[in-house]
T-cell receptor, first 110, second 112 residues
């Protein structure tokens, strides 16, 4: 399975944009890039996913590099509630299971 | 909307006891999953059921059994609990491949 590499932790100030990077140099052509986040003491929550083109939804934006070897999750204005562990996961269209790494712990300061 | 409901939320067992963790979803999803999460780690897949009537092993199936009772319910059983199974257990469901998984709030299980 193709693997992802994320920083262990990042810090941000409230109301500032946050860019969470993910490297996936061995990604295959059919791998989708999924992002989930896990707030303290809760189950993971879906954030966004994409294949080749940049994607936007009400929670975040996903910017995918042209060669697809990296991607960036963008939170446009961080809030205290965005403090969580963010997981970048590759999911092949032919399989149905997610493989979670350790993710990036995002700390947000007031 | 209830989504994915897990019971119980907390449980303490003694080594050797058995227990069944319950999971139910009300979204008419085809696939259901059981994960465990140890402190400071990501989730690891125990078992999953791609559709009603099927179950498959995940990354860490040893010591567990599952039953897909119907389309809504997917239970996880520990036949003889061991301290190494102390963890937080999450159930999830999904409609079709590549759609998001929806997670429950977890069952916090301690085995003494």
């Amino acid at each position: 399975d193709a693997k992802t590499t994320q920083p262990n932790s990042m810090e941000s100030n409230e109301e500032e944009p946050v860019h969470l990077p993910c490297n996936h140099s061995t990604i295959s052509g059919t791998d989708y890039i999924h992002w989930y986040r896990q707030l303290p003491s809760q189950g993971p929550e879906y954030v966004i996913h994409g294949l080749t083109s940049n994607v936007n939804n009400r929670m975040a934006s996903l910017a995918i590099a042209e060669d697809r070897k990296s991607s960036t999750l963008i939170l446009h204005r961080a809030t205290l509630r965005d403090a969580a562990v963010y997981y970048c996961i590759l999911l092949n269209s032919g399989y149905s299971t997610l493989t979670f790494g350790k993710g990036t712990m995002l700390l947000v300061s007031p | 909307n209830a989504g994915v409901t897990q019971t119980p939320k907390f449980q303490v067992l003694k080594t050797g006891q058995s227990m069944t963790l319950q999971c139910a979803q009300d979204m008419n999803h085809n696939s259901m999953y059981w994960y465990r999460q140890d402190p400071g780690m990501g989730l690891r897949l125990i078992y999953y059921s791609a559709s009603e009537g099927t179950t498959d092993k995940g990354e860490v199936p040893n010591g567990y059994n599952v039953s897909r009772l119907n389309k809504r319910e997917f239970s996880l059983r520990l036949e003889s609990a061991a301290p190494s199974q102390t963890s937080v257990y999450f159930c999830a469901s999904r409609d079709i491949s590549n759609q998001p998984q929806h997670f429950g709030d977890g069952t916090r299980l301690s085995i003494l």
